[in-house]
């Protein structure tokens, strides 16, 4: 069974950065078989996708409103996925979710992926 854990989220003052990190652990993962993304999620609204980073690292992906501002990466030997984002804007306030996939596919909705993390709260101030 394979687990993903969020860490890095917070508090932080609007043009401010953080980085997200999401470690996969689970007996028999191969972590490079995993298609990874970044999903995030406010108060009453769906799961909207955010970031995704191909096996090898290789391809990366980004919704329109972070394209240029956050940046996906992943350590393969380590068994992590990353997001840093920068130039923080209020409505990055969301609680932010990893997810992983073996399936081959483009990896932006929220079907695309079967297994996630518990998320992690990021909060952005004005």
């Known amino acids: 069974q394979v687990q993903l854990v969020e860490a890095g989220g917070g508090l932080v003052q609007a043009g401010g950065s953080l980085r997200l990190s999401c470690a996969a652990s689970g007996s028999g993962l191969t972590f490079s078989t995993y298609m990874m993304g970044w999903f995030r999620q406010t108060p009453g609204k769906e799961r909207e996708f955010v970031a995704r980073i191909t096996w090898s690292g290789a391809g990366t992906y980004y919704t329109d409103s972070v394209n240029g501002r956050f940046t996906i990466s992943r350590d393969n030997a380590n068994n992590t996925v990353y997001l840093q984002m920068n130039s923080l804007k209020p409505e990055d306030t969301a609680v932010y979710y990893c997810?992983?996939?073996?399936?081959?596919?483009?990896?932006?909705?929220?079907?695309?992926?079967?297994?996630w993390g518990q998320g992690t709260q990021v909060t952005v101030s004005s």
């Open positions: 997810a992983g996939t073996k399936k081959m596919t483009l990896g932006t909705t929220v079907n695309a992926y079967d297994k």
